[in-house]
């Protein structure tokens, strides 16, 4: 990857508010290189902590207005945190996963040819999980189309920290189970990933070094 030059690097993370979004943005927020912003539909959440002060919190609907495009453009990174977990079929993720990461790389495509783009997908997701899966897959082939050297794609694993005390539980158990070395292997592709360590590959990838996660 070619290093990036850091002074105002502008960073605009679509869904910033999320659980994902917030751990990268506070950690973001923690270095003054970086200029940063969010995109979500409930726009700032509702945390009581200095960070928040740091990134401009923007309300829109990535599938439904236009108040995203602007800022996307004018960017130097736009991290795609957009992604529903549980859905009941596959024209559902497509509508809430699939339109606005498409929506996003249509528009960098045409407005904004020298933005780097960022996609969240994920390693590996339990059979229950297949359409969640698909919908990673589908997004990733319209950023190798259309973003072809400058889209970035970061396959982690379950994310953790522990403002979400039961995924925290369950990372905990994996963790624990991976112990064990006949079930290390079976249970490697689902080996579970802090929340700031996470952040930390994301800082990385956003400067221009390689990640594991790449
Ligand atoms: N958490 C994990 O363990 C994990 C592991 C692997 C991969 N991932 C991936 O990482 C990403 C983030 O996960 P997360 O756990 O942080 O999810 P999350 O907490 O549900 O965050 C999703 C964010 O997207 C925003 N959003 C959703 N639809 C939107 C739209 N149409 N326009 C604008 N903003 C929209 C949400 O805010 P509003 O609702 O206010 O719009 C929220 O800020 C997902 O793609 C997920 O698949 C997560």
């Not at 528009?107 to 297949?130: D, G, M």
């Not at 359409?131 to 990673?136: F, I, S, T, V």
């Not at 379950?158 to 624990?176: D, F, H, P, S």
Request: include cysteine; charge should be positive.
């Amino acid at each position: 990857m070619t290093k990036i030059e850091v002074s105002n690097l502008k960073v605009v993370v679509i869904g910033g508010s999320g659980f994902v979004g917030q751990g990268i943005l506070k950690y973001l927020a923690n270095d003054s290189d970086f200029n940063l912003t969010s995109i979500s539909r409930s726009g700032q959440p509702r945390v009581n902590q200095a960070w928040i002060h740091e990134v401009k919190w923007i309300c829109s609907d990535v599938n439904e207005d236009k108040n995203w495009k602007e800022v996307v453009e004018n960017a130097d990174w736009v991290i795609d945190l957009i992604g529903v977990l549980f859905e009941k079929n596959y024209h559902e993720y497509q509508q809430k996963s699939v339109k606005p990461a498409k929506r996003l790389i249509k528009h960098l495509h045409y407005k904004a040819k020298s933005t780097r783009f960022l996609f969240v997908s994920a390693k590996k997701a339990p059979f229950f999980l297949k359409n969640y899966m698909r919908a990673k897959k589908e997004v990733e082939r319209e950023i190798m189309q259309k973003l072809s050297g400058r889209g970035y794609i970061v396959y982690p694993g379950m994310i953790y920290a522990k403002e979400r005390k039961m995924v925290c539980l369950t990372a905990n158990l994996l963790n624990c189970a991976m112990r064990m070395p006949v079930l290390k292997r079976m249970l490697a592709v689902y080996k579970p990933i802090k929340r700031i360590n996470f952040s930390y590959e994301i800082k990385r990838i956003l400067l221009g070094y390689n990640s594991y996660l790449l």
